[in-house]
């Protein structure tokens, strides 16, 4: 029996090494929050928590030239799990190639090898007055989308940039191979057969032929998962069916590029940007977790940043790479709560700051976790 189980079966008390990475701009604002609601979840738990801060971004760009240490990948690479915040920013937008920010993000991905991006978006129903798209469209929307994230468009080579001046040329190439279609794909099927049973393959098939290859892969591997209903769309037009009809919409699977840019059109039904977390997940359960906004450089810095979507990422966290899904839920409700009560920052109409938000989902965690005890 391994640790974890262990633990499940009230054995020994489990442990847990989480690297932090907060990263800049509103990265270490939010990222303050989810790790303090995380130590007192575990804390409660049982967990024997091991939290190491590291570098990444900007900061580290200017601390060591590098916008990811070898030390921080390295050691992102030995640990269980990985709470990331924010990289990027004005400061350090002149930056090219791999001395950009973003790129050490990309070569932190690739280098713990978490292929497949979790950015579920769920509408809570004090929320969806909020959103632009009407209540009643937006209203019960529970989908998750499934982002290729180690390929493609973002990772694709030749990638160059020739020559100056108005000849000037440059080049990304999206490359996918059936391998990385099919892993991906098995990730969202799997997904999809624990929920509602249907997936949405996103693709541009009418005129790309890696998403002709995406698309006969996905087909391939829909023949293991029967009790799933596969549809295909594409991506010109699934962007608009998100804002339509989202709330028919279960489970999404779609390529880097695609699913970047889809996701970010979710965070409008959800209310704000603020609000949405993901996992990025591998083969075993080491998992990278961070809120699919970016640094926020027009907020940064005023403790008004939204918090909730670090904070469901560190609730993710405890589901995929702890398997406590009894306290990914805890946190979870908490938040809910806490949207419920109107714990609002301004992105959302409210007045609330950062840490008040902080402070109020942890006074729900705590609410929960003395109240039904914790052993599971
Ligand atoms: P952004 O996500 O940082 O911000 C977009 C808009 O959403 C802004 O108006 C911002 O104020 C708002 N917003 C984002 N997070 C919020 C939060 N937690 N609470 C309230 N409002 C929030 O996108 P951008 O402005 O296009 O990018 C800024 C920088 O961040 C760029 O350098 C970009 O490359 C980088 N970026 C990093 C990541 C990441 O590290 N994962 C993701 C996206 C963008
Ligand atoms: C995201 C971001 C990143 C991406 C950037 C910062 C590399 O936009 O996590 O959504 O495009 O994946
Ligand atoms: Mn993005």
Redesign the pocket.
């Known amino acids: 029996m391994d640790a974890r189980s262990l633990a499940r079966s009230g054995g020994v008390a489990m442990s847990a090494r989480v690297i932090v990475l907060p990263?800049?701009?509103?990265?270490p604002e939010?990222t303050a929050q989810a790790l303090s609601v995380l130590e007192l979840v575990c804390d409660q738990a049982d967990i024997d928590l091991h939290v190491r801060e590291m570098l990444i971004?900007g900061r580290a760009v200017d601390e060591t030239n590098s916008p990811l240490p070898d030390d921080t990948l390295a050691a992102c690479k030995e640990a269980d799990a990985v709470l990331?915040?924010?990289?990027?920013?004005?400061r350090?937008?002149h930056l090219r190639g791999e001395q950009r920010?973003?790129q050490g993000?990309l070569r932190l991905r690739r280098g713990m090898d978490v292929f497949a991006n979790l950015r579920p978006v769920r509408v809570h129903s004090r929320l969806s007055e909020l959103s632009p798209v009407r209540p009643a469209v937006v209203r019960g929307t529970d989908l998750i989308i499934v982002r290729e994230l180690t390929g493609g468009a973002y990772f694709g080579e030749p990638r160059e940039r020739a020559g100056s001046g108005p000849a000037e040329t440059a080049r990304d190439s999206t490359v996918y191979t059936a391998a990385e279609v099919e892993r991906v794909a098995r990730v969202a099927f799997g997904l999809a057969r624990a929920r509602r049973k249907q997936l949405t393959s996103v693709d541009k098939a009418n005129v790309l032929i890696t998403s002709q290859l995406w698309r006969d892969t996905v087909n391939a591997v829909a023949h293991d998962y029967p009790d799933v209903q596969l549809e295909h769309r594409l991506v010109d037009s699934f962007a608009m069916e998100l804002v339509r009809r989202p709330a028919d919409i279960d489970v999404v699977v779609t390529e880097n590029l695609f699913g970047d840019i889809l996701s970010?059109e979710a965070g409008v039904l959800a209310g704000?940007?603020?609000l949405l977390p993901s996992a990025s997940l591998g083969v075993n359960h080491v998992g990278l977790y961070?809120?699919?906004?970016?640094?926020?450089?027009?907020?940064a810095g005023r403790g008004?940043?939204?918090?909730y979507?670090?904070i469901l990422s560190a609730a993710l966290l405890l589901r995929h790479s702890l398997e406590r899904d009894d306290l990914a839920r805890t946190v979870e409700d908490a938040v809910d709560a806490c949207i419920s009560e109107g714990m609002l920052?301004?992105?959302l109409g409210g007045t609330h700051g950062t840490e008040a938000i902080g402070d109020a989902v942890r006074r729900q965690v705590a609410l929960r976790l003395t109240a039904v005890g914790t052993a599971s």
């Open positions: 990263g800049d701009g509103v990265g939010v971004g990331f915040g924010a990289c990027g920013g004005p350090w937008d920010c973003e993000l970010d704000s940007l603020g961070e809120p699919i906004h970016g640094s926020a450089p027009d907020i008004i940043a939204n918090p979507g670090a920052g301004p992105d």
